[in-house]
């Protein structure tokens, strides 16, 4: 990875050697799932096109804090990608759309089901003009069942999938993420499912339909939930930070009013924290021979870790605790991963120069690959910047584009 990247120029400026060069992706998707896959496959060189509303833009544009009137997460989740303005309820959009989506590799959209059918854009046709198109298609509910024609959003699969009535503490109400973490667990898994997709289609020729349902990820990330209760009937309760499956776990505040974070999963582990904080005779109990009997005895174990936490710093604390080879991590929050020195060493949070607002510092692409890397190329674009460069690439002559503005249709 690079320190910055150069945006000054994003037309034809595709890293040599990154591995999704050629793949050509349409991203008409909106908030946040949709989007975010578009983004990592340009991360690694995918060609992506943004295709926006003359009128209703992509709603992150507007999302958080703005600089400048300028929406800074866009600049993240728009990186990478030419934007184009189209009304595809118009003829005109219509017709331009389906020119673009016969030499693409990939369509990315996030309507309700039966939406891009009205207007003449679904499977059918789309399948027609390019039987090698991949169409991803990601919604709340999914293309199908009871609810596949109800709004959804992130939120909403947070709360159906088990995550909120598994987390907060006991006697607290279930907890939803301040994030968006069902849009981007949904995010991730479709680039994957888009790659496989890519993948198949090279055997066989022939592109297929990603139906992916923001509801469905998460539920896997969640881990055993449902073997557990079909096979024994056991429904995990909220914990607070603790787990049901090890202990010591829990943050815990410091001598100079920090955090920190435990964690035991190995038995190996627990017994040098346990020597380490001075409690060296509870690893002779029975009970703690096992995850789950620790787990049992947490108080008893959080006494032990927090009472010895407390009465250090956290410089102090970090250091015992790695020359311990015990598991630690500070509490932090953006500013220290701003300058967390390992997240540095990555080039985690790298920096991207931009024409609007000068030098950004944002997340860098998801990993490293040895010989044919990812990079941010750009942030993201205005609204519409690219839409007469990337339609007379397509063969649209000035003409052309006048009855399309005339329409209404850019």
Known sequence: MTDTADTTAPAGTTAPAAPLEGVRVLDLATLFAGPLAATLLGDFGAEV?????????????????AKDGVG????LLGRNKRTITLDLSKPGGRDTLLRLAAGADVVVENFRPGTLERWGLGWAELH????????????????????AHRPGFGTLAEAMSGFAAMTGEPDAPPTLPPFGLADSIAGLTTAYAVLTALAARDRTGEGQVVDMAIIEPILTVLGPQPIWYDQLGH?????????????????YRTADG????VSTSAQSVAERVLRLVGRPELIDEPWFATGHGRARHAEVLDEAVGGWIARHGRAEVLAAFEEAEAAVAPVQDVRDVMTDPQYRALDTVTTVDDPELGPLRMQNVLFRLSATPGAIRWAGRPHGADTEEVLTELGL?????????EEGAV
């Open 397 to 405: 002559t000035p003409g052309d584009l006048k009855l399309l503005r």
């Open 72 to 75: 800074l997460w866009w600049k």
């Open 49 to 65: 096109v943004k295709v926006e509303h003359p009128d209703r833009p992509d709603p992150s544009r507007g999302h958080g804090p």
């Open 235 to 251: 429904v995990q309760p909220r914990t607070g930070n603790r787990s049901q499956n090890n202990a010591p776990r829990n943050t």
């Open 258 to 261: 920090t955090w920190v974070a």
């Open 128 to 147: 027609e003009i390019n039987p090698r198109l991949v169409l991803a298609r990601v919604t709340g509910f999914g293309q199908f069942g009871p609810y």
